[in-house]
């Protein structure tokens, strides 16, 4: 069993700047991959951001390329999302998660989730 508590969201205006935090607790958590994925107001829950526990393989969704970086630190079990820029339409409920493997891209690949955190964009 793994818990992942996600922290760092809030109101923020455009173009600014958040970092968000997921820390886990249970399984040795440097043999996961990590996730991000946010949902809005009745929209589906889309991927945002993924990376490979080893870090040098990291994968981003086509809306936040250049803008949002994905970092994790395995001692202190903790992944990181950095988002730049930022728009009004990256308001969304974010949410961590991990995975033994397979393509990051997919909610279906994850075996455990956040129970996520509020990112409000003012235009």
């Known amino acids: 069993q793994v818990q992942l508590v996600e922290s760092g969201g809030g109101l923020v205006p455009a173009g600014g700047s958040l970092r968000l935090s997921c820390a886990a607790s249970?399984?040795?958590?440097?043999?996961?991959?990590m996730g991000w994925f946010r949902q809005a107001p009745g929209k589906e829950r889309d991927f945002v951001a993924g990376?490979?526990?080893?870090?040098?393989?990291?994968y981003y969704s086509d809306s936040v390329k250049g803008r949002f970086t994905i970092s994790r630190d395995n001692a202190k079990n903790t992944v990181y999302l950095q988002m730049n820029s930022l728009k009004p339409e990256d308001t969304a409920v974010y949410y961590c998660?991990?995975?033994?493997?397979?393509?990051?891209?997919?909610?279906?690949?994850?075996?455990?989730w956040g129970q996520g955190t509020q990112v409000t964009v003012s235009s």
């Open positions: 990376i490979r526990w080893s870090a040098g393989s990291t």
């Open positions: 249970g399984r040795p958590f440097s043999s996961y991959a």
């Open positions: 998660a991990c995975s033994i493997g397979g393509d990051l891209s997919l909610s279906y690949a994850y075996d455990y």
